[in-house]
């Protein structure tokens, strides 16, 4: 089942014009195509539509697992005809195993994680703290620079 990986790409449009949709197939794509879910990032600018999106790759893969129906229309939705019902369970338990590893949420968080994983690389304190919207961020920016390393 593997076929050749498509490269990064991004879906623009506005409200209520299927990007949600087309980013859980695009999603099923890459997992059909032989990408593990870790492999993947999708990425948003809400929690909400992030939890959307996950929502809707979960439905999908659901319902091609559980009818033949459901699992011939993802297959021509996703330009793979070839995959059928126990593919798609195949896949939905990838999915699934790998919860703890999918990378489906905001532009922040993604960052965040970035930050997290180089700090060093990327000049700023390993001890690095989110700030939040009750004024704490001057205190995060004297304690980076107190430091010697960069404002967070």
């Known amino acids: 089942m593997t076929a050749k990986i498509p490269r990064s790409e991004a879906i623009l449009a506005s409200a209520g014009f299927g990007k949600t949709y087309q980013l859980a197939l695009r999603y099923i794509r890459l997992l059909a195509s032989g990408c593990s879910p870790a492999g993947v990032c999708a990425v948003t600018f809400s929690r909400k ?7 809707k790759i979960a439905e999908r893969l659901c319902a091609a697992a559980a009818g033949s129906e459901d699992a011939a229309a993802i297959a021509g939705d996703i330009g793979r005809p070839e995959l059928r019902q126990d593919d798609f369970l195949r896949l939905l338990k990838a999915f699934l195993a790998e919860l703890h590893r999918n990378h489906i949420g905001t532009l922040d968080s993604f960052t965040v994680s970035v930050i997290r994983a180089f700090p060093m690389e990327l000049g700023i304190s390993p001890d690095l703290q989110l700030m939040d919207n ?6 995060v920016i004297r304690h980076g620079r107190n430091r010697g390393y960069g404002a967070a």
């Open 49 to 55: 539509a992030a939890g959307e999106i996950f929502d």
């Open 134 to 139: 009750n004024g704490s961020a001057a205190r």
